[in-house]
């Protein structure tokens, strides 16, 4: 168990649709990462925050939001489904640095299936 | 951008042979980190190698990072069932962000 809780575990829902995915960091650590893991492929990067602020974008759309609250935990919000979305969506937190690289923690992820 | 380029993406072995991946930047890296995810599971860190040509080791895994700190490897020595997954390795810029390679799976052959 690494610390790092996701809700929910599992999400079906139809093209068009809108949900949020939640995750709550490990205690005391600051930072929080989204990634989108679909079937059989590698993590893609979507966005990164520290403290409440968004620390670093990858390659994540435009339908596609998310947001850290003062109590840490965050919130991936993905609107406007294709079926293509569907995917593994993990959360990882770190304590984070500015000037190192720290140990990502993951949680066990929200599988999202859009129909 | 910059990229990080992880080979093979699938590994076929019989129980007890050896494995690598390889990992490689067209750009200096910072450090570099190992994640392992298993079936059905969650990527867990490994290990992370921030000297150039450093070599560490975990029981019978081997992890190096290259002399001009731009490619790594992990090498996994007589591999056994519990080694299945995927093994990814990530390695940071110069901002310290990580860069994902796209994953090595590892098949253990019946």
């Known amino acids: 168990d690494s610390g790092v809780t996701q809700t929910p575990k599992h999400l079906i829902t139809a093209t068009g649709q809108r949900v949020t995915l939640r995750c709550s960091p490990r205690?005391?650590?600051?930072?929080v990462y989204w990634y989108q893991q679909s079937l059989d492929q590698g993590l893609q990067f979507l966005i990164q925050?520290?403290?409440?602020?968004?620390?670093a974008k990858g390659n994540i759309l435009e339908r596609f939001s998310a947001q850290q609250f003062p109590d840490l935990h965050s919130e991936l919000n993905l609107s406007s489904l294709e079926l293509g979305d569907s995917a593994l969506y993990f959360c990882?937190?770190?304590?984070?640095?500015?000037?190192?690289?720290?140990?990502?923690?993951f949680g066990p992820g929200t599988r999202l299936t859009v129909l | 951008g910059q990229q990080v380029m992880q080979i093979p993406q699938y590994q076929h072995v019989q129980e007890g042979e050896d494995f690598t991946t390889y990992c490689n930047s067209s750009?200096?890296?910072?450090?570099i980190q190992w994640y392992k995810q298993r079936p059905g599971g969650h990527p867990v860190f490994l290990i992370q190698?921030?000297?150039s040509g450093e070599v560490k080791k975990q029981k019978r895994l081997t992890f190096q990072f290259g002399e001009a700190k731009k490619n790594s490897s992990l090498h996994i020595t007589a591999t056994q069932t519990t080694d299945v997954g995927t093994y990814f390795c990530?390695?940071?810029?110069?901002?310290?962000?990580?860069?994902w390679g796209a994953g090595t799976k590892l098949i253990i052959k019946p």
């Open positions: 990530a390695g940071a810029d110069s901002n310290y962000q990580l860069i």
């Open positions: 990882a937190s770190s304590v984070f640095s500015a000037l190192s690289t720290d140990t990502q923690y």
């Open positions: 190698l921030v000297k």
């Open positions: 750009t200096t890296l910072s450090n």
């Open positions: 925050y520290y403290n409440g602020e968004e620390r």
């Open positions: 205690s005391g650590d600051l930072s």
